[in-house]
């Protein structure tokens, strides 16, 4: 194994994540991995809060991830950059700043549970960013393991074809190993004298033929794998039809295809806990996943053009911030560098702020630890220290040679709580507390009321929320008391108006405002709740300049921030202007958005509008002795079943609550079931407050 991990050339580099639903193994798999190739010498365990990954005090006490960390290490001649994702639903944006500036991930479900919803999330974010995936089917050795029941949930609820390419050996307990389908041979992993334990020992593997008694059923699913690669790969059905069949060499080069392709997604099984399935899991992610050259260059605009970057060291400097924090080595500012090269000491420069800055240091992350580095390269995944105003999603790139990169995209917080110093003398160390957190993590938004003048903390959950608090006070921070959380509401219309005539004007002296339009007020769509805002113009005529026009849209937009109801921001809404006049001296930009703002706003009064309130899918894991008082508490929250099923002893409840009934959630449902209870939900929308009133 190669200790200069910054020196291995594009091609030998996998910047990959590993993605799954809450506790399908994601860490225990990261810390095999880390463990297999050598990076550690003694294997951490999450519910001993060991893990390299999973380093932060919270994370270790709560068992859970919650930060994407980074980590590297070397496998057969290549550098695997890895990054640990969160599994919970609150943490999904940490998962989609990583997806980001990743060219692949390793996909895990339990094999008892098989797709969970958060699995489908994530699944579905890897998707939007086009990331190559391949899937490990974790938990073999659990009571109640089915690989055939997880791939058959892989294909109904996530739609590609599965293309199995092991067999397990034996089942739940006696699960020892896997026959590789592709050159039809068994690998079987035996305890060590090491740790001993249930967790296997140091273990390793042996490689033999196929057991007698799995050779016909090793044949049927090769026979099946073939055929599954025939139907969407040219070059394998060619050799289907030959009477020897499609040889392994060709198997390889067509699942590489499809997995780049998103046409298929390999699926391998093992055991992360007991150690078994790592090492093939690894030679799939080289042999499989894209490297930074395998993918499109990168593409950014400036000056409203379209550029693009190659991943070569020799082409113009190009990275993505995609993650800042404060750290002992001073503040981080996690790139991933598309092209070029950076060297300590170099000089980049952020073109959407326009200002320049000097990286001091370049740092291999291995989660709380780093490794110094002179240089990094088209591929890398690194962090920076030195950078003052760089946030996640800057650019940073050659001053020559300018390129805006697509930051990613946080989501909408949903949930808001108000936070205040215990003592007045503190506030301005929570301000700054605050400041600290909303840097570090974009899908937190800081703010002040207008009309209470409290600060409000708003987030993707109650545990996102809590979690942020609890890091201040770990911090350093100030004693915070915290208020009831309150949910972010929207207003849309139902019934519209038609012909609304506004005009602004305005003398004060000097120079006057003068605006007239007019407007018309509809709901985007038929179905009410739909989401958005469409500006419109038919003015005929030149009646009202087209520059004038697009102020007016602006105005509208200004006016969607608070609604006639309650002040909430207004959603499904289509405007029309549909006719104006103008004052040869008065008119100005700044009128007609002043008439387009209280134009709107007069509409809005005057229409039939309804408050929207978010709800969450839910989905409860119960025992079947639970499911009816589990039931009535879901109906006395205002929530809706939409579906109950028994797997593995237990039965899952999906439900749609509104999200304002969920707060306190987890402490009733763990007494309810004697803590044997566990739920996640997703945002899903948001839909008509008075649908679900008692």
């Not at 070397?74 to 695997?80: E, F, L, P, Q, S």
């Not at 041979?185 to 057991?211: C, Y």
């Not at 949930?415 to 215990?422: D, G, K, P």
């Not at 039939?608 to 008082?629: R, Y």
């Amino acid at each position: 194994m190669r200790t200069d991990l910054h020196l291995h050339p594009a091609p030998a580099v996998r910047n990959l994540g590993i993605l799954a639903h809450v506790d399908a193994g994601k860490t225990t798999l990261t810390e095999r991995i880390l463990y297999a190739t050598g990076t550690t010498h003694k294997r951490g365990e999450v519910h001993d809060g060991t893990t390299v990954t999973d380093f932060d005090p919270q994370e270790r006490d709560r068992g859970i991830t919650i930060f994407a960390a980074a980590v590297s290490c070397a496998w057969d001649g290549h550098r695997i950059n890895l990054i640990d994702t969160p599994g919970h639903v609150d943490f999904a944006d940490e998962v989609e700043r990583s997806l980001r500036v990743l060219d692949g991930a390793v996909a895990v479900f339990d094999a008892v549970a098989g797709v969970e919803p958060q699995s489908e999330s994530v699944w579905r974010q890897a998707d939007r960013h086009g990331v190559p995936r391949i899937a490990f089917v974790n938990k073999l050795d659990r009571a109640g393991a089915d690989l055939d029941a997880a791939v058959d949930s892989i294909r109904r609820r996530l739609h590609p074809a599965p293309l199995v390419v092991q067999l397990p050996i034996g089942t739940e307990d006696a699960f020892t190993g896997v026959v590789d389908l592709l050159r039809m041979r068994s690998l079987l992993w035996t305890d060590g004298d090491g740790d001993g334990g249930v967790g296997g020992g140091v273990g390793r593997v042996e490689e033999g033929p196929v057991p007698p008694e799995l050779l016909d059923e090793a044949r049927r699913r090769r026979r099946l794998l073939e055929e599954a690669v025939a139907e969407l790969h040219p070059a394998a059905l060619d050799e289907f039809c030959t009477p020897s069949g499609v040889s392994a060499p060709t198997l390889v080069a067509a699942l590489r295809d499809l997995t780049r392709s998103g046409e298929g997604v390999v699926v391998l099984c093992g055991s992360a806990y007991r150690n078994r399935g790592i090492e093939p899991l690894l030679d799939a992610v080289c042999a499989y996943l894209p490297s930074p050259l395998d993918v499109p260059a990168v593409r950014g605009t400036y000056d409203g053009a379209e550029r693009r970057r190659p991943a070569d060291p020799e082409a113009p400097f190009a990275a993505l911030a995609f993650k800042v924090n404060a750290t002992a080595p001073g503040r981080l500012t996690h790139l991933r560098v598309y092209s070029g090269a950076v060297e300590k000491g170099d000089t980049v420069w952020d073109p959407t702020t326009g200002r320049t800055e000097r990286v001091a240091r370049i740092l291999r992350v291995m989660a709380d630890r780093y490794v110094p580095l002179d240089r990094a390269v088209a591929g890398d995944i690194v962090a920076v220290v030195g950078l003052k105003s760089a946030r996640a999603g800057s650019t940073l790139c050659d001053r020559q040679a300018p390129i805006v990169l697509e930051p990613p995209v946080s989501a909408d917080p949903v949930v808001s709580v108000a936070v205040e110093a215990r003592r007045s003398a503190d506030t301005g160390r929570l301000a700054t507390a605050l400041a600290r957190l909303a840097e570090e993590d974009p899908s937190l938004v800081v703010r002040t009321d207008p009309e209470t003048g409290q600060t409000v903390l708003s987030g993707m959950g109650e545990l996102h929320l809590e979690v942020a608090v609890e890091k201040i006070r770990r911090d350093g921070g100030p004693e915070v008391t915290v208020g009831r959380p309150r949910v972010s509401y929207r207003e849309t219309v139902v019934e519209g108006v038609s012909g609304l005539v506004f005009r602004h004007v305005k003398q004060d002296g000097g120079a006057g405002q003068f605006a007239h339009v007019v407007l018309d007020v509809q709901p985007l769509t038929a179905e009410v709740g739909t989401t958005g805002f469409e500006f419109r113009s038919t003015v005929v005529g030149g009646r009202v300049p087209q520059e004038y026009v697009r102020a007016v849209e602006a105005g509208c937009r200004d006016a969607l921030a608070e609604g006639p109801l309650g002040g909430h921001p207004v959603t499904g809404v289509r405007v029309t202007l549909t006719d104006g006049a103008t004052h040869v001296k008065d008119s100005s930009d700044t009128a007609f958005r002043a008439a387009g703002r209280l134009g709107l706003r007069q509409a809005l009064r005057a229409c039939a509008t309804v408050l929207l309130e978010p709800v969450a899918e839910v989905t409860v894991t119960v025992p079947e002795e639970a499911v009816g008082g589990v039931l009535g508490d879901l109906s006395a929250r205002r929530g809706r079943v939409t579906g109950s099923e028994s797997r593995g002893g237990a039965a899952v409840l999906t439900a749609t609550v509104p999200l304002a009934e969920l707060f306190g959630y987890a402490t009733r449902l763990r007494s309810r079931t004697q803590g044997r209870g566990s739920f996640t939900t997703r945002p899903a929308g948001h839909d008509l407050e008075a649908d679900w009133r008692p």
